[in-house]
């Protein structure tokens, strides 16, 4: 089984800046063959990897539905898609990338819905990591397309909003029962003391955990560069003393 680490929180409080902080962290530290999936529709987890994506999985879905006669005979709709999601996945040498995207046309896709949430469960198990960078809000925690995470990280930065964002998010997921192993909350962009809200403090969390605002990430954000061969920066040192902390390793 491969050992999941999926990240939620409010827009642009850094969900996918950490993506790419744990794949580094992977990589650097050969711990194993890693996934990494842009469910986010507005994807730039590739930019910050510098990796060039290709057809999302939304897209695939598009043509499929528009043009039910791509599928070979003797083939089953479900046989297609699986076997074209594996084609999606962008291969890099030190990890491969999956993007959702959203499919863009007019109907139900909840055929399509279930048969990805099959297809990439089994992808996701052909590797010892996966990383699921999620998009902003909630919706994709309602949508289920998530069965199970070691690591369910649920990211604020030192804001009131983002604070009730991630407590909203932790509500969510006891409302709708998922089974995640650990939560944790990452407050993100500290630069000093910070005072949690009172529910967030109250909040169920297996660690609270504080990640340093670090100008060398956002130097490369705002040249639109990629972050995933970042070597001496404060964020990365972080993650990495996270890691030494709550350890992660494939099973
Ligand atoms: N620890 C940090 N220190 C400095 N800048 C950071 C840090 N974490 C993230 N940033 C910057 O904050 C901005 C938003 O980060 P990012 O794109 O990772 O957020 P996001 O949650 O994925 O956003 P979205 O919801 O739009 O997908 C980027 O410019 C990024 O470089
Ligand atoms: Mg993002």
Redesign the pocket.
Known sequence: MAFTIAIA?K???????IAAMFLNSIVANKLGSCLAIDA?P?S?LADLLGIKSTVSVGALIDSIAKKPDLVPTGMSKAEFIELEIQKAVSEDAKFDLLAMGRPEGPGCYCYANNCLRDVVFKLINQYAFCII?NE?GMEHLSRRTMRKADFFIV?SDTTRVGMQSALRIRCLIDELEFKFKNIFLFL??VRGRITLIPELANAKFDAVWN?????E??NL?VKGKPIINIKNSK?LKNIEEFRSKHGFRAS
């Open positions: 929180g827009g642009g409080t850094g969900k996918t800046t986010d507005n730039n960078d902003a990211i993100n962009k990640l340093p605002f670090d100008q990430v956002l954000s964020l």
